[in-house]
């Protein structure tokens, strides 16, 4: 049966000043993309895309390398939620509140430039357009903790605060396809 891998990025190096679109990995985001790679090895994964953000497509690299698979494919819509203008906060707790505001009410422009119900519509879209163009084929698809969240929180009817809040990074869930339906959710890698 073919599946669905879903990764958030491994972790990245925040930076006060520049957005959270060109942020890069850490040292250890780049050590445990090689743990991530074992977890994800018993999936036989056949194709990875990636966002196009950093962090995300070198998540996707360093996991494509050390499982041997073909080169990874850039997919925009695989983005995490427009969020260029979006401030940095200081606070964790400012941060988190701010992201579940949003959440709460997706048609709202709260955050950034894009409406989580508009960037969901998009990821939406991006991995429907995946799946038709690689039928019976297990991908993985590397992307960010928000788009991701509202991702499972529609197929799995889970609040979707409760699941981005979970995440650490990396993380990944299992979907079995061409249904798309839930399997697991590994929050953490480590």
């Known amino acids: 049966m073919p599946l669905l891998i879903l990764i958030r990025h491994s972790i990245s190096r925040q930076q ?11 040292d250890e985001g780049k050590t445990r993309c090689e743990q991530l790679a074992e977890q994800l090895r018993e999936y036989a994964i056949q194709h990875i895309f990636s966002s196009d953000e950093p962090k995300a497509h070198l998540t996707a690299a360093l996991v494509a390398e050390k499982l041997g698979l073909p080169a990874v494919e850039i ?3 695989l ?3 427009q ?14 509140a701010a992201i579940q505001r949003a959440m709460h009410e997706p048609e709202k422009l709260l955050f950034g430039e894009e409406t989580f119900a508009d960037a969901q519509n998009r990821f939406v879209e991006t991995i429907e357009q995946i799946i038709t163009q690689h039928p ?4 993985a698809a590397t992307t960010h903790g928000t788009i991701m969240s509202l991702y499972l929180a529609q197929v799995t009817g889970r609040d979707v605060f409760e699941i981005w809040h979970s995440l650490k990074m990396p993380a990944y869930a299992v979907l079995t396809l061409p249904e798309v339906r839930f399997v ?4 953490s890698v480590e």
């Open 16 to 26: 006060p000043g520049v957005s959270a679109h060109e942020w890069e990995l850490t």
């Open 184 to 187: 697991k959710l590994v929050e």
């Open 79 to 81: 983005r995490e939620t």
């Open 75 to 77: 997919q925009t819509g």
């Open 136 to 139: 019976d084929t297990t991908i």
């Open 83 to 96: 969020r260029a203008t979006a401030p940095y906060f200081e606070a964790v707790a400012d941060f988190q």
